[in-house]
Each structure stands twice: as C-alpha cells, then as structure tokens.
C-alpha cells in the first residue's frame, strides 16, 4: 500500500521543534535521527521503561532523539503513525487488529505486557474471584467494551445474560458510591486509586481466565519496516534496556516518571503501587529466556483465538518479530 | 462646475412594491428649479415630499424620468460630494463628539479638513461649547442645529433640508427660522427645502410646491417674492399673511386624494 | 439612551442593598453548608469539602499555577484566532449579502462539530503541541461572537447609511464610519460570552494529548479518584471563566459603550420565491461536502482516518454491513435525541419561566440575575462530572447538564427581551391598573418572544455540546459516546459518519427552530421579520 508522505505537522505554524533541537543541540558527536513514539495515555509510570531509556541516554547513543508524545481520553494513538507523525505507536492487539481491519497497514513489533491488564475489581465484602461470581452482579464498564465481558463469558463457559452491565465512563467512583457490585477495569489503575483512597478492593485478572490479548504493543508501518529499520531497531533496543532497568529497579521509574513530569500531576505513592502491580504483567519466564517484548507462535495463537471471540480476526501475520530479533540477537 | 446649478425634472415618477400592487408615491412630474433659489416643498404628511427629496438626492432612482442638476445627474453630483443632506432625525452618529460629527460632513465629501471652519459653523448654530459632548447629551434642536452645520460643513452647491425642524418645539424652530436662513444665504448654493409648515416654507424660501397627497402631483406653485433678510417683522407684514393664506388655501383643496382624482 | 443606561446600573445596586444579608456573610453560610454536606457524604465520594478544596490548591499550588498558565495561554490565542474570524465572517456576510445564508449556514454546521470527534482529527493534523488546544478554542467562541457583531454591524439605522451615501461614499466608508463603531457593544457582547468558552475549548483540547495544563489534571484526578483535585480544577476553570466574563464586560462599560439594542440575530428573513431556500440549501450542503473532501484532498490526508464524503456514503449506504452500520448509528443518535430533546425543552423552559416569574416579582432579580451570570461562564466540562456523581448515571443526570446548559443564556436573554418592552405600552397597561400578570401576558410575553426564539436557535449547538460532552464524559452512552469508542477502535467510518449525522441533525434542528419562530413572531412580532 502506498502511503502519502506527510509532513509532519501539516499546517497552521508548526515548528519542526524535535529535529530542531536535535540539530542544535551541541555538544552531541554525531548528528541524530528525530524520531516519535506515540503514547497510549497522558504521561505516568506505566512508560517507566521508556522514561529510562531516555534518562540513561540509550536511545542518544543508538543516533536516536526520540520524543515522546502523550495519549489521553481523547488522543489518537494509531494515526498519528499511519501519518508518520511518530514512528512507533504504543496500541494493544486488540485496538491494532481493529485498526488493520479498517486498513491500516500495521505489524506488532514488540510486546510490553505479556498479560493483558484488564481485571474485574470488586469490593472485598462482595468479592468477585472468578468469573462465575458475576452471575448476578451488576457491572460497571464502558459499553465500547461488552466484547470483552463477552469473550470472558464465552471463554469461561458463563451465561452473559445473567449479568446486569451498567454503562459507566472509567472511574471508581460508582463502585465505591455502591451504584454497581464491579468494574471492568485495568489493574493498574482504578485498583490502585482505591487503595490510595483508602478503599480496599479484590481484582481478578482476565488474562489468568483465558483472555489472551497481548497490551501495549509497540506497532510500526510496513513501510517503516521496510525502509526505516535500523530506526526501528535502535528504538526498540533503547526500550527493551529501558524496561530491563525498570525491572531491577520499579521505584525509581517511579520516581523517575514524577520527576521527568512535573506537570503531569503525579502521585509519588501512585506511581509507586501501579510501578509495582505492572511488573507481573510485563515480565514472566518467558521474557526472562528470550527478553522484554518478546512473543512466541504459541502466544501469538492464543492471541488470535481471543481476537477472534472479540470480534477481530486477524492473522498471525501481524506479529512479526524481526526487529526484536536483530535487538535480542 | 455651477455653483449654483440648476434642478430638472422631466418626467420624474416613482412608486414602490406593494403587497398588492405598486404603490405609487410621486406622479410624473415635470420641474426647473432655479439655481441658487431655495424652494420649498409643502404637503400634508406622508404625500411624498421626502421621496421626491431623496430622488434629488440620488438617495432613489426614479421609477421613471430623469432628473438633471447643473449638466449631471443625482447620482454624478452624489459621487463627488457636490450635495449635502439635513436629515428629518439629524441622523448624529452617537460615539462621535458633535464637533466630530460636523466634521465628518467635510471628510465625507473629502475636503481638506479646516478646524477654524468647523468652529465657526459650531458658533453659527450655537453650539459653542458643545464641542466635546456625545449627541445623547443634546436637546433636540440642538441635535437639528448640528445636523445642518454638517450638512454646510461640506460646502454642497445643493443643499437639501428634510423637516429639519419637525422635532423642535416652537419657539426653538422660530428662532432657527430667524438665525439659520443667513447661513445659507451667504453661501449662496441651490437648496430644497421639505416642510409642512406653511409659515416657515414662506418665511424662509423663494417658491413654493404645494403637492397632492399619495401619489404627490404639484397642486401649485407659488413664487414668494419677499425681500431678504426676513427678520421677525416680516410675521407681521401684509405680504406674508397673504401668502401664508395662499398656501393654506392650495392645502386645503388638495388635503384629501379624492381631490386630485377630481382635477 | 443615557438615561436608560443610568437605571440599568442603578437597578441591581439598588436591590442589593435591601438584601437582608450582607454579601460577605451570605457567601461563608454557604460555604458552611457545603462544608457539612461534604463531611457528612465523604464516603460516597461526591462532593469535596471547601476545606480540602483550599488545601489542596495550596499544597499543590506550583503544580496548578503552571497547569493554569498552559491552558490559558492556549486559551487566549484561541480567543484571539476565533474572535477574529468570527468578525471576519461577520464582515464577509455583512459586504457579500448574498451569500448570507450559505455563510451562516457553513458556519452553524462547523461550530456543531462535536469536540469529542474533532479533537482527535486535529491531534493528528498538528501533531504535538498546542495546536488542538488553540484550534478547539477558537472553534468554541467564533460562532457566538459573528452572531452578535452580524447584529451589531447592521444594527445602525437606514438615516446613517443615508448619510453615508448623500456623499456618495461607497460601503467601505460605511463599514468604517457606520457599521464597525456600530458593532462594538455587540462584539464586547460577544467577547463576555467567549471568554469562558474559550477557556472550555482549551481544556477539552489537552484530551488530545498534552504534556500539562488543567484539562491533563482533570483527566488524572477523576480517574484517581481524588475528589480535592478534581474539585479544585473545577472550582478554577469557574473562577477564570467568571473572571474573564466580568473583565470584558467591564472593559465594556470602561469604553463607554452603549449596551447592545438586541442581543442575537434577528432570524433570516423568508425568502421572496419559493424555491430560493430549498436551493440555498442544496447549495450550503455542496458547498460543505466540497468543503469537507477538498480539505482532505489538498492536505494529502491519509484515507485511513480522514474519510471522504464517498467513504461515508459507502460506509452507510452501498458498502457491506452498511444496515447494521446505519442501525448502530442511527440507535445511537436516537438514544441521545431522547436525552437532548427533553434537556432542551427543561432548559428553555425554565429559562423562559424564571424570567417570566422575575418580571412579576423583580425584588427576586437583584439576587438570582448575578448569580445566573456567573453560574452561565461555568464551563460545562467543570460542572458535567459533578452533576452526574451527584444525580447517576442515568437519564436524568444528562437531562439536567443539558438543561443547565441552556437555562442560563435562556434566561438572560428573556430577561433582556422583557426589558425592551416598549414602556409606553407598559403606561398603557398602568393607567387601566391591569394585573401584572395581565400586563405579562398583554405586554411582557409578546416583547421577550424574539429574545426567547433567538436564545432557542443559539441553544441547539449548546444542547449538542452538552449532550454529546455528557455521554462522552460521564454516561457511555448514545451517540457522544459512540464517537469516542469509535475514535479509539479506528472505527473512522463511522466516527466521520456520525459527525455528518450530528453536524445534519444541527442543521435540520435550526431550521426546525427558526421555522417555529417565524410562524410565531409573524402572529405577535412581525417587525422583527421585516429587514
């Protein structure tokens, strides 16, 4: 597929502020390569790795000046990269598959949590710990995301209709307000503000009932991949180091991430409970053999049966795993 | 250029879309109006005499006919300021001072601006003093007496008048039709008085139309051969009575449109 | 003139000095009431108490001020952009009467682009930065500020622009001797009104993906469930919005400016033939789906996300899966229409209502109309999570955004129609000592009509702001919410196909609107049809 060149902001007074600097930055040895990475959501330790990748000057010392753009509610992820605004976007397999299926020409390059972070948090005194419990619960989620409840349900072998679903927006603020018995949630967050809070709660995760969708996935274009490798690879070796040090040392990306950020209204304590919570998600055995990101046939097959439950066929294609190869290799 | 050009009329008919049908406001008329005489228009309300103004003004084109002053049309004479109007409400504009509305009279006909002039013509109307106040801030006839200083500001070779007293009160508009006349006089341009005042069109022009009422047709023309200055005496003379009588008379008979019908 | 101005600013002192509590005191009662209200509900995590509120603005005070300073400085560029072009369109409309309802109608359709679809559209077409912050800002003041300078520009009366003409100056000496300082008042009008929107657009920008600034806090606190902050954001965006309101309008009073004769457009006056409309209507459409692909065409969009008009026919019409595509979409719409359309009604009626209820009673004015202005500049992203903690998710919590929404700039507009009952009808009504109410329905009533239909038409982009900001923010339903999900699944086909429905929706909505008021307004106010 041929895909227009763009500038990279298009109109109205842009600056080319990142190549920019990277030119005139002195004291630098060699020229780098400008180059984006396009966030899922706005700033916080859940990009710890990438913070020190950053911090520790791997991505500098591969020719790289990598900037990095935050999501948010309302934040494109998977345009900006068809666009080539940012060279690598940070999706989930999911929301990649979606964006292929409407014809985006995406690969997954890289996988940071290998267990998909969606949990059901509920209260300890109605405690939900397995999915059979929701039968007869109310849950609170957003309805973009009954597919999932559903692809739980039918995973599990649980009657769906025995589930009353109460339209919510992401918050726990129903949950503790008891307007709803559970929400459908990330475990790294709502589970998190509740604690801080105060408010003890129960969370199961998905991923450890059959819900296999691999999460912030590192997509990049065909066309990237094709043309613009070692920018691929030098990135990508930047954050496999970055989440390695993130590994050895969660609190200080902590620490990291409210320091990098000061505007970003960050909690140290937060940002220490979520570094921590994440850590079983991103790392397992089978990242400590082959390395951070890594993906295998099997994982990918799982992948793909979820998928396809959710709603989202997609081949096993889409996962290629040439760039971690040349980084790992 | 004439200073002091001369008004035809050959012709001239206007009339306006109706719900129904056109409504015709002024009847084919055919006219010359001296230059350098001030004529007056006089009629019952609503008969017309503003139109008939605003198609010398080139404010309206005439359904029918064509009107000439000097050697060019309305529209000519418009375009290069060579005319100047004293509208029936004074038409101030209310962010500008008064001195800064009667100096717009002479930047909106582009001549050079001349603060001693505009002084002048301030003190001419009585206005010395007023420079700085907001029109909001004037009596009525003041706002009149501003309104005709812009309209000489420009120094037109015509001058149109409508109603410029109709919203003062008696004694203010007496004392207008005694200090203003001189203004004019002195500088001697072609002007065209609307009134339905009978003593003040005798009192201050040299002939005048009596129009019908809807559409509005001349029921007479009248010459008023007083001599000038025409002070506060004139009132009282024999001369004028007769006259005021006459145009009373000629209103009379055409009060009503039936009367024009039976012509 | 004066004179008038004179009582206006001697009425609300007046009144307020025969309120029974000085203000200092009224203000910590309630401030106490809030206080025990919060103690007593800590648990449900609703309402955060005035004290936590303080507390958290001085122990995060650093944080706030620089999250502060980014969104307004967004704010006041779009402020800037978006007056500009608003009175830009208003001048184009004003030299080029022709194309009046093509502008307006072009110009309706864009400020019904909903935020939760156009801030991800523009994320992508700037890249990072400010540039959605300043663009949603712009977009969110533009329309209320062309409206009444259009008004303002042709405000003046015909006996000026004779005067113009009897010295046979053209349009542009009119424009600039006639029509612009004519404008003023309405532009300082229409400049209070955008101050706090503005302010809006900013924050709903930072959505998109910003490094900082208020709208970035708001996101972390309500998914933190930190009820301080969340609350101290929303007690800040009040506060500027406030500010700023006030700001311009006493900038206003500083310059001396006459208070504006009418406040909104008189609406477009019927067209001489019969198939001028329907053809201006065809016409304002090409013109927006040339708009709309020529755009995308001349950016070198990718089809990717930035569907053509043909993609979207495709989408809904001739493409597979096209049925259940237009079911899910037109399900959506409907769903909010169900929410929208009683909001709207509430709103306006109680709008129209306490104002009607006002003019019986005008001893209450003293002390309701201040207030409603302030409350009018809250920006609804403040005020829609709060209302819906506080009345549930459902119907009737978006209900009442919607009506809030509407009710202020509702009432403030009555108010300002029954004010310019003529006051000699008013005598008339007094020398045969009527009742007042009477004299309300008599006199009253007729006069505030034009004001309550022109506040009726601005409110229907307000209730889709509203409706669709409600759905997206709190309720995760219906069509708002439907543009979000859609906007994050690269679903684009059906985000642009919403847009086109909604923008439509709008569009049909006005008309609707307008057609109502012109049935109305010819039975009790047909001077306001004649221009």
Same mark, same amino acid.
């Given at each position: 597929?041929?895909?227009?060149?763009?500038?990279?902001?298009?109109?109205?007074?842009?600056?080319?502020?990142?190549?920019?600097?990277?030119?005139?930055?002195?004291?630098?040895?060699?020229?780098?390569?400008?180059?984006?990475?396009?966030?899922?959501?706005?700033?916080?330790?859940?990009?710890?790795?990438?913070?020190?990748?950053?911090?520790?000057?791997?991505?500098?010392?591969?020719?790289?000046?990598?900037?990095?753009?935050?999501?948010?509610?309302?934040?494109?992820?998977?345009?900006?990269?068809?666009?080539?605004?940012?060279?690598?976007?940070?999706?989930?397999?999911?929301?990649?598959?979606?964006?292929?299926?409407?014809?985006?020409?995406?690969?997954?390059?890289?996988?940071?949590?290998?267990?998909?972070?969606?949990?059901?948090?509920?209260?300890?005194?109605?405690?939900?710990?397995?999915?059979?419990?929701?039968?007869?619960?109310?849950?609170?989620?957003?309805?973009?995301?009954?597919?999932?409840?559903?692809?739980?349900?039918?995973?599990?072998?649980?009657?769906?209709?025995?589930?009353?679903?109460?339209?919510?927006?992401?918050?726990?603020?129903?949950?503790?307000?008891?307007?709803?018995?559970?929400?459908?949630?990330?475990?790294?967050?709502?589970?998190?503000?509740?604690?801080?809070?105060?408010?003890?709660?129960?969370?199961?995760?998905?991923?450890?009932?059959?819900?296999?969708?691999?999460?912030?996935?590192?997509?990049?274009?065909?066309?990237?991949?094709?043309?613009?490798?070692?920018?691929?690879?030098?990135?990508?070796?930047?954050?496999?180091?970055?989440?390695?040090?993130?590994?050895?040392?969660?609190?200080?990306?902590?620490?990291?991430?409210?320091?990098?950020?000061?505007?970003?209204?960050?909690?140290?304590?937060?940002?220490?409970?979520?570094?921590?919570?994440?850590?079983?998600?991103?790392?397992?055995?089978?990242?400590?053999?082959?390395?951070?990101?890594?993906?295998?046939?099997?994982?990918?097959?799982?992948?793909?049966?979820?998928?396809?439950?959710?709603?989202?066929?997609?081949?096993?294609?889409?996962?290629?795993?040439?760039?971690?190869?040349?980084?790992?290799? | 250029?004439?200073?002091?050009?001369?008004?035809?009329?050959?012709?001239?008919?206007?009339?306006?879309?109706?719900?129904?049908?056109?409504?015709?406001?002024?009847?084919?008329?055919?006219?010359?109006?001296?230059?350098?005489?001030?004529?007056?228009?006089?009629?019952?309300?609503?008969?017309?005499?503003?139109?008939?103004?605003?198609?010398?003004?080139?404010?309206?084109?005439?359904?029918?006919?064509?009107?000439?002053?000097?050697?060019?049309?309305?529209?000519?004479?418009?375009?290069?300021?060579?005319?100047?109007?004293?509208?029936?409400?004074?038409?101030?504009?209310?962010?500008?001072?008064?001195?800064?509305?009667?100096?717009?009279?002479?930047?909106?006909?582009?001549?050079?601006?001349?603060?001693?002039?505009?002084?002048?013509?301030?003190?001419?109307?009585?206005?010395?003093?007023?420079?700085?106040?907001?029109?909001?801030?004037?009596? #009525?006839?003041?706002?009149?007496?501003?309104?005709?200083? !812009? %309209? +000489?500001?420009? @120094?037109?070779?015509?001058? /149109?008048? *409508?109603?410029?007293?109709?919203?003062?009160?008696?004694?203010?508009?007496?004392?207008?039709?005694?200090?203003?006349?001189?203004?004019?006089?002195?500088?001697?341009?072609?002007?065209?008085?609307?009134?339905?005042?009978?003593?003040?069109?005798?009192?201050?022009?040299?002939?005048?139309?009596?129009?019908?009422?809807?559409?509005?047709?001349?029921?007479?023309?009248?010459?008023?051969?007083?001599?000038?200055?025409? #002070?506060?005496?004139?009132?009282?003379?024999?001369?004028? !009575? %007769? +006259?005021?009588? @006459?145009?009373?008379?000629? /209103?009379? *008979?055409?009060?009503?449109?039936?009367?024009?019908?039976?012509? | 003139?004066?004179?008038?101005?004179?009582?206006?600013?001697?009425?609300?002192?007046?009144?307020?000095?025969?309120?029974?509590?000085?203000?200092?005191?009224?203000?910590?009662?309630?401030?106490?009431?809030?206080?025990?209200?919060?103690?007593?509900?800590?648990?449900?995590?609703?309402?955060?108490?005035?004290?936590?509120?303080?507390?958290?603005?001085?122990?995060?005070?650093?944080?706030?001020?620089?999250?502060?300073?980014?969104?307004?400085?967004?704010?006041?560029?779009?402020?800037?952009?978006?007056?500009?072009?608003?009175?830009?369109?208003?001048?184009?409309?004003?030299?080029?009467?022709?194309?009046?309802?093509?502008?307006?109608?072009?110009?309706?359709?864009?400020?019904?682009?909903?935020?939760?679809?156009?801030?991800?559209?523009?994320?992508?077409?700037?890249?990072?930065?400010?540039?959605?912050?300043?663009?949603?800002?712009?977009?969110?003041?533009?329309?209320?500020?062309?409206?009444?300078?259009?008004?303002?520009?042709?405000?003046?009366?015909?006996?000026?622009?004779?005067?113009?003409?009897?010295?046979?100056?053209?349009?542009?000496?009119?424009?600039?001797?006639?029509?612009?300082?004519?404008?003023?008042?309405?532009?300082?009008?229409?400049?209070?009104?955008?101050?706090?929107?503005?302010?809006?657009?900013?924050?709903?920008?930072?959505?998109?993906?910003?490094?900082?600034?208020?709208?970035?806090?708001?996101?972390?606190?309500?998914?933190?469930?930190?009820?301080?902050?969340?609350?101290?954001?929303?007690?800040?965006?009040?506060?500027?919005?406030?500010?700023?309101?006030?700001?311009?309008?006493?900038?206003?009073?500083?310059?001396?400016?006459?208070?504006?004769?009418?406040?909104?457009?008189?609406?477009?006056?019927?067209?001489?033939?019969?198939?001028?409309?329907?053809?201006?209507?065809?016409?304002?459409?090409?013109?927006?789906?040339?708009?709309?692909?020529?755009?995308?065409?001349?950016?070198?969009?990718?089809?990717?996300?930035?569907?053509?008009?043909?993609?979207?026919?495709?989408?809904?019409?001739?493409?597979?899966?096209?049925?259940?595509?237009?079911?899910?979409?037109?399900?959506?719409?409907?769903?909010?229409?169900?929410?929208?359309?009683?909001?709207?009604?509430?709103?306006?009626?109680?709008?129209?209502?306490?104002?009607?209820?006002?003019?019986?009673?005008?001893?209450?004015?003293?002390?309701?109309?201040?207030?409603?202005?302030?409350?009018?500049?809250?920006?609804?992203?403040?005020?829609?999570?709060?209302?819906?903690?506080?009345?549930?998710?459902?119907?009737?919590?978006?209900?009442?955004?919607?009506?809030?929404?509407?009710?202020?700039?509702?009432?403030?507009?009555?108010?300002?129609?029954?004010?310019?009952?003529?006051?000699?009808?008013?005598?008339?009504?007094?020398?045969?000592?009527?009742?007042?109410?009477?004299?309300?329905?008599?006199?009253?009533?007729?006069?505030?009509?034009?004001?309550?239909?022109?506040?009726?038409?601005?409110?229907?982009?307000?209730?889709?702001?509203?409706?669709?900001?409600?759905?997206?923010?709190?309720?995760?339903?219906?069509?708002?919410?439907?543009?979000?999900?859609?906007?994050?699944?690269?679903?684009?086909?059906?985000?642009?196909?919403?847009?086109?429905?909604?923008?439509?929706?709008?569009?049909?909505?006005?008309?609707?609107?307008?057609?109502?008021?012109?049935?109305?307004?010819?039975?009790?106010?047909?001077?306001?049809?004649?221009?």
């Amino acid at each position: 597929m041929h895909l227009p060149t763009l500038t990279r902001r298009l109109f109205l007074g842009g600056t080319l502020s990142t190549a920019g600097a990277a030119l005139l930055a002195p004291g630098r040895a060699r020229a780098q390569d400008a180059v984006a990475l396009q966030l899922s959501w706005l700033h916080s330790v859940q990009f710890g790795g990438s913070y020190l990748a950053r911090k520790n000057g791997y991505w500098r010392d591969a020719g790289l000046e990598v900037s990095l753009l935050p999501g948010g509610p309302n934040a494109p992820v998977e345009p900006p990269v068809v666009a080539g605004t940012a060279l690598v976007g940070i999706s989930a397999a999911d929301y990649t598959a979606a964006a292929v299926n409407q014809g985006a020409p995406f690969r997954i390059i890289g996988v940071a949590m290998q267990k998909n972070p969606f949990a059901i948090a509920s209260l300890p005194d109605n405690p939900v710990n397995s999915p059979a419990d929701l039968v007869g619960k109310k849950i609170g989620m957003a309805l973009a995301n009954t597919p999932v409840l559903e692809a739980l349900c039918s995973i599990n072998g649980v009657d769906i209709g025995g589930i009353e679903v109460v339209p919510t927006q992401y918050d726990a603020a129903p949950l503790v307000q008891g307007q709803v018995d559970c929400l459908l949630c990330w475990a790294t967050d709502l589970p998190v503000a509740m604690e801080i809070q105060g408010v003890e709660s129960v969370t199961m995760l998905l991923a450890d009932h059959g819900y296999s969708v691999h999460s912030q996935t590192y997509i990049a274009t065909e066309d990237s991949l094709a043309n613009r490798r070692d920018q691929l690879v030098a990135l990508m070796k930047g954050e496999v180091m970055g989440w390695q040090d993130y590994q050895a040392d969660p609190e200080a990306a902590a620490a990291l991430s409210v320091e990098m950020f000061p505007d970003a209204g960050l909690d140290l304590a937060t940002q220490k409970l979520q570094a921590e919570r994440q850590v079983p998600l991103m790392f397992s055995d089978l990242t400590e053999a082959e390395g951070f990101g890594w993906f295998t046939e099997e994982t990918v097959a799982a992948n793909v049966e979820t998928l396809k439950l959710l709603g989202k066929p997609v081949s096993p294609d889409l996962w290629d795993r040439s760039i971690l190869e040349e980084v790992h290799g | 250029m004439d200073r002091r050009p001369d008004i035809h009329l050959a012709g001239v008919a206007k009339s306006f879309a109706g719900a129904i049908r056109p409504v015709e406001a002024v009847a084919p008329v055919d006219l010359v109006l001296a230059g350098g005489q001030m004529t007056a228009l006089v009629g019952p309300s609503g008969c017309g005499k503003s139109t008939l103004l605003r198609l010398i003004a080139g404010l309206e084109p005439p359904s029918e006919g064509r009107i000439t002053i000097g050697t060019e049309s309305p529209d000519e004479l418009r375009q290069r300021a060579g005319l100047a109007v004293a509208f029936q409400d004074a038409a101030l504009l209310p962010w500008r001072s008064v001195e800064g509305n009667i100096a717009l009279g002479r930047a909106l006909a582009r001549k050079p601006r001349d603060p001693g002039m505009i002084r002048e013509l301030m003190s001419l109307v009585g206005l010395s003093g007023f420079e700085r106040n907001r029109p909001a801030e004037l009596s #009525g006839g003041m706002r009149q007496r501003a309104a005709i200083a !812009r %309209a +000489l500001a420009g @120094e037109p070779e015509l001058l /149109l008048l *409508d109603e410029p007293f109709a919203a003062v009160d008696a004694l203010t508009r007496d004392r207008l039709n005694t200090e203003l006349p001189p203004l004019w006089e002195a500088r001697g341009a072609t002007s065209i008085l609307v009134t339905h005042s009978v003593a003040e069109a005798v009192r201050l022009s040299d002939r005048i139309l009596v129009l019908t009422p809807r559409p509005a047709r001349i029921a007479a023309d009248i010459p008023v051969p007083l001599p000038r200055p025409r #002070g506060p005496e004139v009132l009282a003379s024999e001369a004028f !009575r %007769a +006259l005021c009588t @006459e145009v009373t008379d000629a /209103l009379r *008979d055409h009060q009503y449109p039936e009367s024009v019908a039976a012509q | 003139m004066s004179a008038g101005r004179g009582t206006l600013r001697g009425g609300p002192a007046a009144l307020r000095a025969q309120h029974p509590l000085p203000r200092g005191l009224g203000l910590l009662l309630v401030l106490l009431i809030w206080e025990g209200v919060a103690r007593a509900t800590a648990g449900s995590f609703i309402i955060a108490a005035p004290s936590q509120i303080a507390g958290y603005m001085v122990s995060h005070s650093g944080l706030l001020w620089r999250a502060f300073g980014a969104t307004l400085a967004s704010a006041v560029q779009g402020f800037v952009w978006g007056n500009l072009a608003g009175v830009l369109l208003a001048l184009l409309v004003v030299l080029l009467p022709r194309g009046e309802r093509l502008l307006s109608a072009l110009a309706l359709l864009v400020f019904c682009l909903p935020l939760v679809a156009t801030g991800p559209i523009l994320r992508v077409l700037y890249g990072p930065g400010t540039g959605p912050q300043v663009t949603l800002a712009a977009l969110a003041v533009y329309y209320t500020t062309f409206l009444p300078v259009l008004v303002g520009l042709r405000a003046a009366p015909q006996g000026w622009f004779d005067l113009v003409r009897s010295y046979g100056r053209g349009r542009m000496t009119a424009l600039r001797e006639v029509r612009l300082p004519a404008a003023l008042p309405y532009l300082v009008a229409g400049l209070q009104i955008a101050a706090p929107a503005a302010f809006l657009g900013a924050m709903v920008g930072e959505f998109t993906g910003a490094e900082r600034g208020l709208g970035v806090l708001t996101v972390r606190a309500l998914r933190a469930l930190d009820l301080p902050a969340t609350w101290a954001i929303a007690v800040i965006a009040a506060g500027v919005s406030m500010l700023a309101f006030a700001a311009v309008g006493a900038l206003g009073r500083r310059l001396d400016l006459a208070p504006p004769e009418v406040l909104m457009a008189p609406p477009v006056a019927r067209s001489r033939r019969p198939w001028e409309a329907p053809a201006q209507a065809l016409l304002a459409l090409a013109a927006a789906l040339l708009i709309w692909k020529g755009s995308m065409e001349v950016f070198g969009l990718p089809r990717f996300f930035a569907k053509r008009p043909e993609d979207v026919w495709f989408y809904l019409v001739t493409g597979p899966g096209a049925e259940a595509q237009r079911a899910r979409l037109f399900a959506a719409l409907g769903e909010t229409l169900a929410l929208a359309g009683p909001g709207y009604l509430a709103g306006l009626g109680l709008g129209a209502g306490l104002a009607l209820l006002l003019a019986l009673a005008p001893r209450l004015g003293g002390a309701v109309i201040p207030l409603s202005i302030a409350l009018r500049s809250i920006p609804i992203i403040a005020t829609a999570p709060l209302i819906v903690w506080a009345l549930g998710r459902g119907a009737a919590g978006t209900i009442t955004v919607v009506a809030v929404m509407i009710f202020f700039p509702t009432l403030i507009a009555c108010r300002h129609g029954l004010a310019r009952t003529p006051r000699a009808v008013l005598d008339l009504f007094e020398v045969y000592a009527s009742s007042p109410l009477r004299r309300l329905l008599g006199a009253q009533l007729p006069a505030m009509l034009p004001a309550f239909f022109a506040s009726a038409r601005m409110a229907i982009p307000a209730a889709i702001l509203a409706v669709t900001t409600a759905e997206w923010l709190a309720t995760g339903r219906g069509i708002g919410a439907l543009m979000a999900t859609v906007a994050s699944t690269s679903d684009y086909g059906m985000l642009w196909s919403a847009i086109a429905l909604v923008g439509l929706a709008a569009v049909l909505a006005h008309a609707l609107v307008a057609a109502l008021e012109r049935a109305v307004l010819a039975r009790t106010s047909a001077e306001q049809l004649a221009r």
